[in-house]
């Protein structure tokens, strides 16, 4: 398992930073705390680290659902847009497996995996780029 994080920027690290916040709901809208969110992704470059955990890490949703990463955008490498992979899990449930993308990439249209509802709403903020994405999950 990767490294219980929500910083994944290294010193020295290239690319814009993204602080990427939210929620993880039930469909109802409430909270799930200690929900696993496990986040990894391609570099500025578009390289993934498959031999260690550079831009992975995992954390635990607080008391009201919230979780947060530090990152950078990633690239596009060949046949894909920019993504981030997050795997969502409530406590004892089903694992929820997916892929947020930024918006006003030109490669959103030719990415045969891209969804339109899984753009991260993002915002710039003095440099960094402010992104927020709630998963809703289904809880029994």
Same mark, same amino acid.
């Given at each position: 398992?990767?490294?219980?994080?929500?910083?994944?920027i290294e010193?020295?690290?290239? #690319? !814009?930073p993204?602080?990427?916040?939210?929620? /993880?709901?039930?469909? *109802?809208?409430?909270?799930?705390?200690?929900?696993?969110?496990?986040?990894? !992704?391609?570099?500025?470059? #578009?390289?993934?680290? @498959?031999? %260690?955990?550079?831009?992975? %890490?995992? !954390? $635990?949703a607080?008391?009201? %659902?919230?979780?947060?990463?530090? *990152?950078?955008v990633?690239?596009?490498?060949?046949?894909?847009?920019?993504?981030?992979?997050?795997?969502v !899990?409530p406590? #004892? #449930?089903? /694992?929820?497996? *997916?892929?947020?993308? $930024?918006?006003?990439?030109?490669?959103?249209?030719?990415?045969?995996? $891209?969804?339109?509802?899984?753009?991260?709403?993002?915002?710039? @903020?003095? %440099?960094?780029?402010?992104g927020? $994405?709630?998963f809703?999950?289904?809880?029994?």
């Open positions: 398992m990767s490294p219980e994080r929500a910083e994944l010193p020295g690290m290239a #690319g !814009q993204i602080e990427l916040i939210g929620f /993880v709901l039930t469909r *109802t809208c409430k909270g799930v705390p200690g929900a696993l969110v496990d986040l990894w !992704q391609a570099d500025a470059k #578009g390289d993934y680290d @498959n031999k %260690g955990y550079r831009l992975r %890490g995992h !954390q $635990f607080d008391a009201e %659902g919230r979780y947060r990463f530090r *990152t950078v990633p690239a596009e490498y060949p046949g894909r847009t920019p993504h981030l992979h997050v795997k !899990q406590k #004892g #449930g089903r /694992v929820l497996t *997916t892929q947020l993308y $930024f918006p006003g990439e030109p490669g959103n249209r030719r990415d045969g995996l $891209f969804r339109r509802e899984l753009l991260i709403r993002t915002t710039k @903020n003095e %440099g960094w780029l402010a927020r $994405f709630d809703v999950l289904e809880t029994r």
